[in-house]
């Protein structure tokens, strides 16, 4: 009797240990509406990030550099935030359009980190740099960064609003 408690409790033990290393697997919907939250948050900061620097291609005025570096900031938290909720979490249970959507997803969270580490983050350093001395040849060398992370997150983009509108038609939603 003693050893089949024992048996009972190491099983159940064990069971519980797993069960709380993983993560739920959303629902078909949750998962789309949560994808889309994050996508909406990435968008709002981006925007947030040009608006914030645009006025020295605009009109030419200069920047207070802390403005630049609070907008990347703003960057960096929706990217991380948008990482750490997709990073250890499985598609919805029975979507093979989901498993393809949640690879394509995180193809997409790389790229944007990307876009941050070689573009957004540059652009911040020209704008608290003495490099370019003037607003003209600052915007013209941040017009550049910005037409390079443009490339590159639309190749991300085309790949995952595909696998969106797969999902979609999978699962009878009607997409946006």
Same mark, same amino acid.
């Given at each position: 009797?003693?050893?089949?408690?024992?048996?009972a409790?190491?099983?159940?033990l064990?069971g519980?240990v797993?069960?709380?290393?993983?993560?739920?697997?959303?629902?078909?919907m949750?998962?789309?509406n949560?994808?889309?939250?994050?996508?909406?948050?990435?968008?709002?900061?981006?925007?947030?990030?040009?608006?914030?620097?645009?006025?020295?291609?605009?009109?030419?005025?200069?920047?207070?550099?802390?403005? =630049? @570096?609070?907008?990347?900031g703003?960057? !960096?938290?929706?990217? /991380? %935030?948008a990482?750490k909720?997709? #990073?250890?979490?499985? *598609?919805?249970?029975?979507?093979?359009?989901?498993?393809?959507?949640?690879?394509?997803?995180?193809?997409?969270l790389k790229?944007?980190?990307?876009?941050?580490?070689?573009?957004?983050?540059?652009?911040?350093?020209?704008?608290?740099?003495?490099?370019?001395?003037?607003?003209g040849?600052?915007? =013209? @060398?941040?017009?550049?960064?910005?037409? !390079?992370?443009?490339? /590159? %997150?639309?190749?991300?983009w085309? #790949?995952?609003?595909? *696998?969106?509108?797969?999902?979609?038609?999978?699962?009878?939603?009607?997409?946006?």
């Amino acid at each position: 009797m003693r050893r089949v408690t024992r048996g009972a409790l190491l099983a159940t033990l064990l069971g519980l240990v797993t069960l709380a290393g993983c993560k739920d697997r959303p629902k078909k919907m949750k998962f789309n509406n949560m994808m889309a939250r994050a996508n909406q948050k990435l968008a709002d900061a981006g925007k947030n990030f040009y608006k914030v620097i645009q006025p020295i291609g605009g009109s030419g005025q200069t920047l207070p550099p802390n403005k =630049a @570096r609070n907008a990347l900031g703003d960057c !960096e938290s929706a990217l /991380k %935030e948008a990482q750490k909720e997709f #990073d250890n979490i499985g *598609a919805p249970v029975n979507s093979p359009a989901g498993e393809t959507l949640l690879g394509r997803y995180q193809a997409f969270l790389k790229a944007e980190q990307d876009i941050l580490d070689t573009c957004l983050k540059p652009i911040v350093q020209v704008i608290e740099g003495n490099e370019f001395p003037d607003p003209g040849s600052k915007w =013209a @060398r941040i017009s550049q960064l910005l037409k !390079e992370a443009d490339a /590159k %997150e639309k190749n991300a983009w085309g #790949d995952l609003y595909r *696998a969106q509108q797969d999902y979609a038609k999978a699962h009878k939603y009607r997409p946006t």
